[in-house]
């Protein structure tokens, strides 16, 4: 066998295989994709059967050239990226890029995919090479133009109608719209009141509680107690019973349950239960998955430690199957064991091509084996994989559950729930998150109880509760969420996420979801005038179309002009939409001042309350409520004898006149901090401390505006030794550490703080002033003209310039000589 070069993705990948192939094998990896459409209008032309114009990435073209110059050794290419659409792209593009340099004559070029990263893994793909699968590849073709023909059309709508530099996307656009109308719900929610009762309970030393279920015969519903009033009045009557016939247990009631494992991970789940137990993001997940697929190092040798970590599968590998059936018997004993393998099925339609759900490479590895040896993500991430992996091939838990009921020879009745583990099967490995909190009564353990029996009643009480609203998302339920709405797919929903952080459509606070007023603003334009295409069912559907694209089903040009038609006519009838009408939604509200309507704006600091009469009419109040009366200072403005009063600005506080907008008198709230050095340039103010927008102090003349004189440094009541300006200032670097610098800029003289006169006196002599603007850019242009003349002056006589006659052949070649200048020393 010659020479074989293998193209993988990233470094890390490349360093992994290279081990398992020898030395025949080449690995080199591509930094990801090598080219992309071009980032300008006219990338994707529809009037011309939706032609692309790619242009290689330019980050890349280095590791491009490197691929091409060790494919010119070698016999054979191989292409072993990711095994999906995206994988499939790459290899695809690569595979252009180099035909088009003419290296691909005479050498055969194959494509091999591997699940995992590990020797027989990696040799077993090698001994089963296949061609680029150009239905994959016209799929992510298809995905790519689609995201480009809605970016490169609808953004610049959104820059005209709403802000310059907005972006919209066609999957994001309705992740945002789910971000958005939560938030309204949770806006619209009204808070109702509800009582419950129970009972603390206790038999012998143990203590159970138990809640009210039954008043009159009748089941208690959510809001059938609504008031302290009707609660207490319950909780005397209860009080009264058990008082005259004291409290027994009426019937006890066992059922037994199983319990079954989840899935074995899919890069959906994978994501939502690191966000549940780990507190990691949908990217952070990504990343970290990528780096235990990719290979780390683990003492004597470089492994993929899990398999490919972005699929929709949830089966397992045979081989996997006994693998980790076999582990379950050694370690845990054969009653952990179900009779048969579990084998899960995908609920999904339109699971992708990859074969397997996210399994550890080699049970083996225990994540006690691997602790101190990664890192601790790494480790952290890797734990959750393995115990998921294990515990979806273990015996279902069995549980006793026990409902207790009590009452007082009454009318109303008190129950009691609890469980107890009887055999914890895979629990004894594993138990999945939840996104929201369990029945505390799922959980609690009762003390043995038999029907007749006397219990004591430590307290009767009653609690008051509200209804709350819907969750805010959180990394886990929006993930969750898109995928049951059918909206992007696995490798997506980390980067739909990641894309609304970083256009500042949604902000996380305590690790939740909230839209920002630039969010709601944009999101709203897209409901109200693109309502089809941020349509959670459109956009399921479009990802339905890529996948029949991808099974070759069907052809991805009549897919994008269904797509493109109507939405062109779309774009053309939404230019005329005006700017007001796409960034303010009507109030039923009438403005104070002139009584016509209220607008919500977006303004440069968010959204706001404004007239819609305005310029004519200027009231304006902030989104959250009335603005309050100003607070008075208690004493005049100096410049027109109008009140002062307290205002905040996006500094803080500030005194105003209260005549603003006709006097524009103004004072800091917190009076400047005083030097004692009177200003050298007006004679008459005093510097003073002040903090600048970004917070760094600087010094100024408190007559400012009149006088604009300013120090970056502490000044200094001492004139300068060169210039005698009447000031110096204080500066301190790394270097010179503490000096004294004279600010006037064409002196600029600087020496130690403590240095005494001698010492200056010898600075002084020794001192060269800088070279004043004016000189510095006179020399700048003399030397950039020099530049120019050497730079010629460097070409070889004998360079010829080619010559064409008009029919566009060569006819001649021209020499052209140059006289070496004479440059002066």
Known sequence: MGQQLVVVESPAKAKTIEKYLGKDFTVLASYGHVRDLLPKEGAVDPEHGFAMRYAEIERNQRHVEAIAKALRSADALWLATDPDREGEAISWHLVELLRERGLLKGRAVHRVVFHEITQKAVREAIAHPREIAGDLVNAQQARRALDYLVGFNLSPLLWRKVRPGLSAGRVQSAALRLVCEREDEIEAFVRQEYWTLGARLRRAEDLFAARLTHWQQQKLEQFDIVDGERAEELRQAMLQDIAAHGLRVR???????????????????????????LGFSASRTMRVAQQLYEGVSIGSETVGLITYMRTDAVNLAEEALQSLRGF??????????????????????????????????????????????????????YDLIWKRSVACQMAAARLDLVAVDLDADSHWNLRANGSTVTFPGFMAVYLEGRDEAAEEDEERLLPPLREGETVAVDEVFCEQHFTEPPPRYSDATLVKTLEAHGIGRPSTYASIIQTLQNREYVEVQQRRFFPTDLGRVVGRFLIQHFERYVDYGFTAGMEDELDAIARGEKQWQPVLAQFWGPFRELLEEKATVSRQEATSEALDEDCPECGKKLLVKLGRHGRFIACSGFPECHYSRPLEGPREAPEPVGRDCPDCGQPLVYKTGRYGRFISCSAYPQCKHIEALNKPK?????????????????????????????????????????????????????????????????????????????????????????????????????????????????GKKTAAASKAPGSTKTVRAKGGSTTASKSKTSKKPTVKA
């Open 674 to 786: 005083g030097t004692g050095i009177t200003c050298p340039q007006c004679g008459l103010g005093e510097l003073v401390e002040k903090r600048s927008r970004y917070g760094k102090v600087f010094y100024s003349c408190d007559t400012y505006p009149k006088c604009s004189y300013a120090l970056w440094g502490p000044p200094v009541q001492r004139p300068c030794p060169r210039c005698a300006w009447p000031i110096l200032y204080q500066k301190t670097t790394k270097r010179r550490g503490d000096e004294l610098v004279c600010p006037q800029g064409e002196c600029a003289f600087h020496f130690p703080a403590e240095a005494d006169v001698a010492e200056v006196q010898k600075l002084l002599a020794e001192y060269s002033p800088p070279t004043p603007k004016d000189d510095q850019d006179t020399a700048a242009r003399r030397g950039a003209k020099r």
């Open 328 to 381: 379950i018997a050694g370690h845990y004993g054969a009653e952990f064991l179900p009779a048969e393998a579990r084998r899960y099925q995908t609920k999904s339609k339109n699971a992708q091509e990859a074969h397997e759900a996210i399994r550890p490479t080699d049970v083996q590895r225990t994540p006690d084996s691997l602790k101190g040896v990664l890192e601790r993500d790494l480790w952290r991430l």
């Open 251 to 277: 019937k006890v009631e066992r059922k037994s349950r199983q319990r079954q494992p989840a899935a074995p991970f899919t890069t959906s789940t994978l994501q939502q239960e690191a966000s549940r137990k």
